[in-house]
């Protein structure tokens, strides 16, 4: 502080290069306006300079500095860097790591000013997200994670040495096919403890060491209780059904899984519990972190920190990155999570501190208390995209925006109807479906286990409640319907049902003896 | 706040990933270089470059909504709807909904950059030489490290620490030095000992045991072992390759840019995956020069034709270097099927009794015009070469009239084949 205080009034930067003083400097700066200011709460900082071909391996590993080794990534590494070499696509600015301690890459290439956005907008807007929001705070161990990857990343390589690369990338496949419903949804009564997980695996496999004697496969077999007569009730209670969590289930249930192999799917689905957030806060994140960016630049240009023609150069980026295309425009693809997020975050600062009558009557709670930071905060804190979007979308924004709603219906032959545009008739149906995009719970489907017919030919049965006739790709559910029955080991039914509790279509599949070779018994 | 410079951390990380990634795709990728050889120039292509395969075997499939249902969505930008108006659908758009098209199904091609090295290497995956038969020890310089037991003395990198241990274990055993827990309990029991007498006995054993572990040490110089290596030939297949091209004046440019272009493939080839295999180019008009590969490639030249002529300079090159019993002996001949009409039997002779029986494969390629019907009208030395063929000679011919028809020649003759495998030791 001392030090920063000092350089006040003087310029962080002059020209366009910047060496780690000036990275030292820029941070300071941002974190005096940050924490003084703002009054953000931030894990602490570490700020890592890659160059552009780290950014890629970054890419390709979802973010993540360290990862298990799997074909798909060095996939996704080729394609970015296809596009990458033909200039089609620019990389991100920056990458950040939900992490204690906050990591953000800061690629080589940028300028001193991009610098100065990329910290202010990764070191503190999204590092205060992190920390603070609930859905962070209750799925994600920020602590953990780091030291849960590199345990990840070792026992995959183990098993691969042990039980072939085969079977374990047989295995991750089908789970990496199964990882968008390998989430727990509503919070359980624990709050995971990535760092206990190592610690788990081991004791597990000592206290397997520990008791086995192979005398016990030698015993006969008691007199099996007829399994007829368990009332579909109490096996659905005992296998805990019905389960959304496909992966969950497997690793508890599925009959003829390896122990490797269960703890395989258990990092699978660990990796995408700690995702779930991020997928639920598009909006919110970026948005945070783009409102807290421009907040900080311009407090730096306003203290003298920053000169007039680096400030219009931010200028410039900034508004790119919150451009948002209007539907019948070329570049339009969706709605820009960046400018969504800001234009929203803008418009709750002009209600809090200068409302209009209608402002008043929509938000009473919050118009006119003049304090937007802290009113920000507590909605930073406390909210996920759907809920934040169904509240917080004001007529105002609706109109500026001039947002309208399609409704397509394949039976109505003449065409789309526009069911709503930017009116008072419209605003509260706009909302609440704009809302609903971002709500996963709606946009993936729904898929769960239902039953197992132990007593049968133990065919697992999952059904998907079709809403609104929208049934799943044929072609891909499919394929992960293999992948699911070849962890199952036996045949699996997929039945996608209406609102109505009818059955529409049906989806078979087949176990391959993919893993025969990795089974002993 | 820390701040780590991470650029000088080591390079390529994602590199095993990419090549699981090749391993998984290798089929399509396979068939893409394949494609992209007939089409591009060989120069390029085999500098690395961009191949795009089918998605199929390297798909992330996902639970995901497909088409249909009745579907909300909001939109910014409106300008002129109003609450209630019907937009015709867009034509042809799959379900009429312009707007998904992000989505991300549009992915039927991946598009990605393969290096040099890979390309090469998937390009040249299954071919080898056939009957690679000969495989003479060499008394030269191949040789190979293996493991022949222990011996007394050697290199401290080689000690054979196990063994060591165990010789001074079964030493220490045998002359019964005495532990030291022993000594440590003595010493325990003469602290405790009250009477004078016994604690002077005990003393005096107590003396006598460490004199003995003294004498006799923990690791003697006698029980020190080495790992012992001896070095075995390794047997090596020696190979040469003649490289017999015709560069007289009926050869028009495009008949000697096919030619070439063969034998950069053919040279590619046997560079990458053989190590010992010689290559000996001979250009011939009226006669034949022995010639390096720039020259052979490169050098300008004209006149007449005589294929007796790279046949005899083949002859005496193998008689001077390269002995039939030790080398496996590979010949590929390219021309446009003239030969003066005099040295038509001279060739038959020379290929027949003397140069065939020295070689384990002869490959022949007669390039023709463009647009040219490969199956019209046979030259003279087609007809001979033909003449010749039997089921018992190595001879291979095929003919050539298009730039796209060189891979597919050049990858049919030089495929692996099971017969040939077979005859390799």
């Known amino acids: 502080m001392i030090k920063t205080v000092k350089q006040r009034g003087g310029l962080l930067f002059e020209g366009s290069d910047w060496d780690f003083p000036t990275l030292q400097r820029i941070h300071d700066a941002c974190e005096e306006i940050a924490l003084g200011e703002l009054g953000l709460d931030v894990y602490p900082n570490q700020i890592e300079v890659i160059t552009s071909e780290q950014m890629l391996d970054a890419y390709s590993s979802i973010g993540m500095p360290l990862f298990y080794r799997h074909w798909s990534f060095g996939k996704h590494f080729a394609h970015h860097e296809a596009f990458y070499r033909r200039g089609m696509r620019d990389l991100a600015y920056e990458i950040v790591i939900n992490s204690s301690p906050c990591i953000s890459y800061l690629m080589e290439e940028n300028n001193a000013t991009m610098q100065a956005l990329v910290i202010a907008h990764a070191a503190f807007g999204h590092n205060h997200f992190f920390k603070n929001n609930y859905l962070f705070k209750l799925w994600t161990d920020a602590e953990g994670i780091l030291g849960y990857l590199e345990f990840a990343k070792g026992y995959i390589a183990r098993c691969e040495e042990r039980y072939g690369e085969t079977a374990v990338e047989r295995t991750l496949d089908a789970a990496h096919a199964l990882m968008s419903h390998g989430v727990h949804r509503y919070a359980g009564k624990t709050k995971v403890d990535l760092r206990q997980e190592e610690k788990r695996e081991q004791e597990r496999r000592a206290h397997e060491e520990q008791v086995f004697n192979d005398l016990w496969r030698t015993v006969p077999a008691g007199h099996k209780r007829s399994r007829a007569d368990i009332s579909l009730d109490k096996r659905r209670a005992a296998l805990g059904l019905p389960q959304d969590n496909i992966l969950y289930f497997l690793e508890k249930s599925a009959p003829r899984l390896q122990p490797w192999q269960r703890e395989i799917l258990r990092i699978v689905r660990h990796v995408a519990q700690y995702f779930h957030p991020q997928r639920q806060t598009k909006v919110m994140n970026e948005g945070t972190a783009t409102y807290v960016h421009y907040k900080i630049m311009t407090r730096l240009h306003e203290r003298g920190q920053i000169g007039d023609g680096h400030y219009l150069e931010f200028l410039k980026s900034h508004t790119n990155v919150v451009f948002q295309p209007s539907y019948d425009d070329r570049r339009f693809s969706d709605f820009n999570p960046y400018a969504l997020g800001f234009a929203m975050m803008q418009d709750i600062e002009r209600i809090v501190t200068n409302p209009t009558d209608e402002d008043r009557e929509w938000f009473p709670d919050i118009a006119g208390r003049n304090d937007p930071v802290s009113v920000l905060r507590d909605i930073w804190a406390s909210y996920r995209d759907e809920s934040f979007v169904g509240q917080f979308l004001s007529p105002h924004l609706i109109r500026q925006w001039r947002l309208f709603q399609l409704h397509d219906d394949p039976d109505m032959l003449d065409g789309i109807l526009v069911s709503a545009i930017h009116d008072e008739r419209g605003y509260r149906r706009i909302r609440r479906q704009l809302a609903r995009e971002y709500d996963i719970g709606w946009t993936d489907p729904g898929i769960e286990v239902v039953d197992v017919d132990l007593a049968g030919d133990r065919r697992l049965l999952l059904q998907h409640k079709v809403l609104n006739d929208w049934p799943l790709d044929e072609s891909e559910t499919k394929l992960v319907l293999q992948h699911l029955a070849d962890l199952w080991s036996y045949d699996v039914l997929l039945q996608e049902i209406d609102s109505s509790e009818k059955v529409v279509k049906e989806h078979v599949a087949h176990p391959r003896s993919l893993f025969a070779d990795s089974r002993f018994s | 706040?820390?701040?780590?410079?991470?650029?000088?951390?080591?390079?390529?990380?994602?590199?095993?990933?990419?090549?699981?990634?090749?391993?998984?795709?290798?089929?399509?990728?396979?068939?893409?270089?394949?494609?992209?050889?007939?089409?591009?120039?060989?120069?390029?292509?085999?500098?690395?470059?961009?191949?795009?395969?089918?998605?199929?075997?390297?798909?992330?499939?996902?639970?995901?909504?497909?088409?249909?249902?009745?579907?909300?969505?909001?939109?910014?930008?409106?300008?002129?709807?109003?609450?209630?108006?019907?937009?015709?659908?867009?034509?042809?758009?799959?379900?009429?909904?312009?707007?998904?098209?992000?989505?991300?199904?549009?992915?039927?091609?991946?598009?990605?950059?393969?290096?040099?090295?890979?390309?090469?290497?998937?390009?040249?995956?299954?071919?080898?030489?056939?009957?690679?038969?000969?495989?003479?020890?060499?008394?030269?310089?191949?040789?190979?490290?293996?493991?022949?037991?222990?011996?007394?003395?050697?290199?401290?990198?080689?000690?054979?620490?196990?063994?060591?241990?165990?010789?001074?274990?079964?030493?220490?055993?045998?002359?019964?030095?005495?532990?030291?827990?022993?000594?440590?309990?003595?010493?325990?029991?003469?602290?405790?000992?009250?009477?004078?007498?016994?604690?002077?006995?005990?003393?005096?054993?107590?003396?006598?045991?460490?004199?003995?572990?003294?004498?006799?040490?923990?690791?003697?110089?006698?029980?020190?072992?080495?790992?012992?290596?001896?070095?075995?030939?390794?047997?090596?297949?020696?190979?040469?390759?003649?490289?017999?091209?015709?560069?007289?004046?009926?050869?028009?440019?495009?008949?000697?840019?096919?030619?070439?272009?063969?034998?950069?493939?053919?040279?590619?080839?046997?560079?990458?995956?053989?190590?010992?295999?010689?290559?000996?180019?001979?250009?011939?008009?009226?006669?034949?020069?022995?010639?390096?590969?720039?020259?052979?490639?490169?050098?300008?030249?004209?006149?007449?034709?005589?294929?007796?002529?790279?046949?005899?300079?083949?002859?005496?090159?193998?008689?001077?270097?390269?002995?039939?019993?030790?080398?496996?002996?590979?010949?590929?001949?390219?021309?446009?099927?003239?030969?003066?009409?005099?040295?038509?039997?001279?060739?038959?002779?020379?290929?027949?009794?003397?140069?065939?029986?020295?070689?384990?494969?002869?490959?022949?390629?007669?390039?023709?015009?463009?647009?040219?019907?490969?199956?019209?009208?046979?030259?003279?030395?087609?007809?001979?070469?033909?003449?010749?063929?039997?089921?018992?000679?190595?001879?291979?011919?095929?003919?050539?009239?298009?730039?796209?028809?060189?891979?597919?020649?050049?990858?049919?003759?030089?495929?692996?084949?099971?017969?040939?495998?077979k005859t390799e030791p």
């Open chain 2, 1 to 421: 706040m820390h701040i780590i410079d991470r650029r000088l951390n080591p390079r390529g990380k994602s590199l095993e990933n990419r090549q699981r990634f090749l391993r998984r795709a290798k089929d399509a990728v396979q068939q893409a270089v394949r494609r992209s050889l007939q089409s591009g120039n060989i120069r390029d292509v085999l500098n690395g470059g961009q191949v795009s395969i089918p998605i199929g075997g390297v798909a992330e499939p996902s639970f995901r909504r497909g088409e249909g249902g009745v579907r909300d969505r909001v939109l910014p930008g409106n300008k002129d709807f109003a609450e209630g108006d019907i937009v015709p659908r867009p034509e042809g758009g799959s379900g009429g909904r312009p707007t998904e098209a992000g989505e991300g199904d549009a992915e039927d091609d991946f598009r990605f950059v393969l290096t040099r090295e890979e390309f090469l290497d998937i390009f040249l995956d299954d071919l080898e030489l056939p009957d690679l038969a000969k495989r003479r020890l060499s008394e030269t310089e191949e040789v190979t490290p293996t493991r022949a037991g222990y011996t007394v003395s050697g290199s401290p990198s080689n000690i054979a620490v196990g063994r060591t241990t165990r010789l001074a274990m079964m030493r220490r055993i045998a002359l019964r030095r005495p532990k030291p827990e022993e000594i440590e309990a003595l010493r325990r029991e003469i602290e405790e000992c009250e009477s004078e007498e016994k604690r002077l006995a005990l003393e005096a054993e107590l003396k006598s045991l460490t004199d003995k572990s003294r004498r006799i040490p923990y690791i003697d110089p006698l029980d020190v072992r080495y790992r012992r290596f001896e070095n075995t030939p390794k047997p090596v297949a020696k190979a040469v390759m003649f490289c017999l091209m015709d560069v007289s004046g009926s050869m028009t440019e495009h008949m000697k840019d096919l030619a070439k272009r063969f034998y950069i493939l053919l040279y590619l080839f046997l560079s990458r995956r053989y190590e010992k295999v010689e290559i000996v180019f001979i250009r011939h008009t009226e006669k034949a020069e022995e010639v390096d590969e720039e020259t052979f490639f490169y050098g300008p030249a004209t006149g007449g034709t005589l294929v007796s002529s790279a046949l005899l300079a083949m002859r005496s090159i193998i008689a001077a270097r390269f002995d039939p019993t030790d080398w496996n002996i590979y010949a590929a001949q390219a021309s446009d099927g003239d030969n003066s009409y005099s040295d038509g039997s001279l060739v038959g002779q020379l290929l027949q009794y003397e140069i065939l029986p020295l070689c384990q494969y002869f490959a022949y390629i007669e390039v023709g015009e463009e647009g040219e019907d490969s199956s019209t009208s046979d030259s003279p030395i087609w007809n001979l070469y033909e003449g010749i063929r039997s089921d018992i000679l190595p001879l291979a011919m095929r003919k050539v009239c298009r730039r796209n028809q060189i891979f597919p020649v050049f990858h049919d003759l030089f495929q692996k084949q099971q017969a040939h495998s």
